[in-house]
């Protein structure tokens, strides 16, 4: 079982940034590819950000692309999205998760997620 913590969500105007992190205590993710999701209200859960943590190309959502970016700090263990110009349409409950092997397809183990919301 993998345990996934997120944090640094919150409240941001629209064209302002936020930084998501995602660590998994005890764990390290060298086996794993990795990934960002999230829900908004009444919508199904979407895919936003994914890479393998051993590098390779990251791929993203046409919706985040060149505003969002996946990246990990080996040393902490931890997995971060780096989002700017946010949207109010970015507004969204965003999960982490994790998988082995390549970074398509499902996911199995999942964080409890940390909402972001952009005002206008």
């Known amino acids: 079982q993998v345990q996934l913590v997120e944090s640094g969500g919150g409240l941001v105007q629209a064209g302002g940034s936020l930084r998501l992190s995602c660590a998994a205590p005890g764990r390290t993710f060298s086996s794993y590819s990795m990934g960002w999701f999230r829900q908004a209200p009444g919508k199904e859960r979407e895919f936003v950000a994914a890479?393998?943590?051993?590098?390779?190309?990251?791929y993203y959502a046409n919706s985040v692309k060149g505003r969002f970016t996946i990246s990990r700090d080996n040393a902490k263990n931890t997995l971060y999205l780096q989002m700017n110009s946010l949207k109010p349409e970015d507004t969204a409950v965003y999960y982490c998760a994790a998988k082995r092997g390549d970074a398509l397809g499902p996911y199995d183990y999942w964080g409890q997620g940390t909402q972001v919301t952009v005002s206008s």
């Open positions: 890479f393998t943590w051993s590098g390779g190309t990251p």
